[in-house]
């Protein structure tokens, strides 16, 4: 946000193609995560456990369906130096969704904690 309200068009084409970039290591690391956090909760029935296990799923379809294609959207057009109103649009949509899943992840953690703790006072 701080490269599109004060950096030059070549900035924000960078920031873009960077963001893009570290997409190809973001998805496989939460890949990875999510599918160590379903084997260890695979068998777990408990509030947190149900509530991560129901997040995921959208948490990845936000992902795979709104973030990665926003990406290389945003990055293509910042690359031709278009920042119309579309542009903007996609962005915005962007932000929230990425605001969402941020959301989603911090619950996850946060029942996570929880989960962690539960069981360090169980044993």
Not at 33 to 58: E, Q, T
Not at 95 to 111: E, H, Q, W, Y
Request: no cysteine; charged share 20%; hydrophobic share 55%.
């Amino acid at each position: 946000m701080l490269s599109e309200a004060l950096g030059t068009p070549e900035t924000i084409a960078l920031v873009k193609s960077r963001i893009l970039m570290g997409m190809f290591v973001l998805i496989p690391a939460m890949a990875i995560a999510g599918g160590f956090g379903m084997a260890i909760g695979r068998r777990r029935k408990d509030a947190p456990a149900v509530a991560k296990k129901k997040r995921m799923p959208l948490i990845a379809a936000n992902g795979l369906m709104v973030l990665l294609p926003a990406a290389f959207f945003l990055e293509a057009r910042a690359s031709d130096g278009n920042f119309d109103g579309v542009f903007v649009i996609v962005q915005g949509i962007e932000l929230l969704a990425g605001v969402l899943n941020l959301t989603m992840m911090g619950l996850n953690i946060r029942d996570g904690s929880r989960m962690a703790a539960r069981r360090k006072s169980q044993a």
